[in-house]
């Protein structure tokens, strides 16, 4: 789907971010990107999802380049529209592209239904909760039916009860979905539970020093899987040995 | 706690009576509060006119200073061009002293309710600039990030996102500006005098000083202050109003 080929960001100021990172990404494909804070990962997922441009390097699509619609982003924050409801928020993406409301309200309700928010359409979003509020996030960046999905630790300032949940239930939508997902977080136990491939990247500049495979199920029991143990441990030392 | 400033208020009109009389102040000194209320009892209607003709500027300055604030925010916020042209005038138009220009537009502009619209609305323009201005930037990076991703136009950016982000600063603003837009009003109708309308709240404070009615002068004043607190809780309640229809945001 996409190549990011020997990429490099240096802001102005002179502050390297990312330094000849390479990575494929796969349709269907669900990678985290993993590290430590200021490592890069959310700047190479601003790159890939446009919003910003590599200082050197390239990205190389297969295919067509991507559409307004193809990417959808979740950001740490579900960062909606406070004055308009949950329904008017997942509206939003297609309401840009000019798709009329009456056409949308379908795929509209969809998402919602999707993530669990039946019957919250009309709420706005300070009468929801955080989980609820990131519900609202990630069914508008999934209304467009994306290709690919750039997910950055969206579940990171959120309780642990409400994190395992929405981490189960996005392992649904995914499978459903059938979209690509690039998810950054920097917890091993949610990048070895959700990754189908996890990125090991460095501290500032960011590298990528290792990519691991997963073979667990990709499901809500795994988290009770002593394979699932056997992973974050292995992640653990990768990490600890990238960091020496 | 609800009747705390009114009773505050009654408390220190019955201390000003009772000192005004204790002391034996003169009248064209500090008259009583008696004394005022009869003095309005006495022309009531006049006053009032007065007080009607006053709001009817500061309520147009208002408008005028609404619509040009809001809309040179908008441009500045669309464009760095207009941002760069806009922003040193409103900057000088602020820091100008009233009194120094109010006596060239009244000549300039002639009509002499149009020439105090124009002076309050001096007055008036910058909070509701300066605020609507940094309502439309106020919008979270993230969802200019958004937008952006999302393949929306400028004009789709500002009408869902800066716009609707702006409102509740516009809101602060233009309670700030009304209270300024009476002042301008007043000030204005002082400078223009005889000039001016010759029939506002502040020409009948000139006037009753002239023949040293200074209950009378009082009285007018204590109209521009209730009309000035009114008017603050007034915009205030109907910009919550205005908030809360839309979710309290």
């Given amino acids: 789907m996409l190549t990011v080929s020997n990429v490099g960001r240096i802001f102005p100021g002179g502050v390297e971010a990312l330094r000849d990172t390479s990575l494929r990404l796969d349709e269907s494909d669900f990678i985290a990107l993993l590290g430590p804070s200021g490592c890069g990962k959310s700047t190479l ?5 446009g919003l910003d441009q590599p200082t050197s390097g390239r990205m190389l699509w297969d295919g067509r380049p991507p559409a307004p619609g193809d990417i959808g982003f979740v950001f740490q924050d579900a960062t909606l529209l406070p004055w308009s409801t949950a329904e008017d928020n997942v509206f939003l993406p297609l309401r840009l592209r000019g798709v009329s409301r009456s056409e949308a309200m379908p795929m509209v309700h969809a998402a919602l239904h999707r993530v669990g928010l039946t019957g919250f359409e009309t709420a706005r979003p300070r009468a929801l909760s955080g989980g609820m509020r990131m519900r609202v996030s990630i069914a508008r960046a999934l209304v467009t039916r994306p290709r690919l999905l750039l997910m950055d630790e969206p579940f990171a300032a959120l309780d642990e009860f409400t994190r395992h949940k929405l981490q189960a239930d996005l392992l649904d939508v995914w499978r459903e ?47 009770l899987d002593p394979a699932y143990a056997a992973f974050v441990a292995e992640i653990s030392r990768a990490m600890q040995a990238a960091l020496a | 706690m609800r009747g705390a400033p009114a009773l505050f208020g009654l408390l220190a009109l019955a201390l000003w009576e009772a000192a005004v009389r204790l002391l034996g102040v003169p009248v064209y000194v500090l008259p009583g509060p008696i004394a005022i209320v009869q003095a309005f009892a006495a022309d009531p209607v006049g006053l009032l006119e007065s ?26 916020s669309a464009s760095r061009l ?54 439309l930037a106020s919008a979270p990076p993230e969802l200019n990030d958004l937008f952006h991703l999302y393949g929306a136009r400028r004009w789709q950016t500002m009408r869902l996102l800066r716009l609707p982000a702006a409102l509740p600063y516009f809101l602060t603003g233009l309670r700030i500006s009304g209270g300024l837009a009476l002042v301008g009003a007043v000030v204005a109708e002082l400078v223009a005098g005889s000039g001016g309308f010759a029939s506002g ?49």
């Fill in chain 2, 51 to 76: 007080l009607t003709s006053t709001l009817f500027v500061t309520f147009a300055a208002l408008a005028m200073a609404a619509v040009l604030g809001g809309a040179m925010a908008v441009a500045m």
């Fill in chain 2, 82 to 135: 207009a941002q760069a042209a806009i922003q040193p005038w409103a900057v000088a138009l602020q820091v100008t002293p009233l009194p120094a220009i109010a006596p060239l537009i009244i000549i300039w502009v002639g009509q002499p309710f149009l020439a105090l619209v124009v002076c309050a609305t001096i007055v008036a323009f910058f909070p509701l600039f300066a605020s609507t201005a940094s309502g």
């Fill in chain 2, 201 to 249: 709240l502040a020409y009948r404070i000139l006037e009753a000083s002239f023949r040293l009615e200074i209950p009378r002068m009082f009285a007018a004043l204590v109209l521009l202050a209730l009309a000035g607190i009114l008017l603050n809780y007034g915009l205030g309640a109907i910009g919550q109003a205005i908030l809360r229809r839309r979710g309290g945001v």
């Fill in chain 1, 177 to 223: 979905a059938g979209c690509t997902v690039v998810f950054v977080t920097h917890s091993i136990y949610e990048a070895a539970f959700l990754a189908r491939r996890v990125v090991l990247m460095t501290p500032r500049p960011g590298k990528i020093a290792r990519e691991m495979t997963s073979a667990l199920q990709p499901a809500a029991e795994t988290r």
């Fill in chain 1, 45 to 49: 997922l601003r790159l890939i999802a």
